[in-house]
């Protein structure tokens, strides 16, 4: 679903998407709709916070272990994917499909970054995970 900033409040209350996705140049209406999500789970329990930087070097299998590891302190868990890059290789792409597919209720990923062209919206990774989430274009 893609919906826009005016619209974020409105629907964090009616809809719980496991996915959220935030990307764009508008640096303010980003860090406000990420810190909106944040606050809207913290209220729900999510207190479990793992933060990942994806760039061309970051290792996929961290991501994939966290997210399929049982956390012992918290039941409800965060992840979230800080994209410095969003020109992923194969494995990459593979790894978030990976996650769409693996989703639990007691888990919410927020993925963001800077504006997406077009081209990577189409991409296979970012179809699946937008199909299961939340994409918030600012």
């Not at 496991?18 to 606050?39: H, M, N, S, T």
């Not at 194969?90 to 990923?109: C, M, N, P, Y």
Request: hydrophobic letters at 40%; aromatic letters at 14%; charged letters at 20%.
């Amino acid at each position: 679903m893609k919906i826009y900033h005016n619209q974020l409040a409105q629907s964090l209350q009616q809809s719980q998407w496991p996915i959220w996705l935030v990307f764009g140049d508008e640096p303010w209406q980003k860090y406000d709709a990420i810190a909106q999500i944040r606050q809207h789970y913290s209220q729900q329990g999510f207190n479990d916070t793992q933060r990942f930087t994806i760039d061309d070097k970051f290792d996929w299998n961290t991501l994939l272990g966290e997210f399929q590891t049982l956390s012992l302190f918290a039941s409800l868990r965060i992840f979230e994917l800080d994209f410095i890059q969003t020109k992923l290789n194969e494995r990459g792409q593979k790894a978030l499909i990976s996650l769409s597919d693996q989703l639990v209720q007691d888990t919410i990923i927020i993925c963001y970054g800077d504006k997406l062209d077009s081209a990577t919206t189409k991409k296979k990774w970012f179809k699946a995970l937008e199909s299961k989430g939340c994409y918030v274009p600012v």
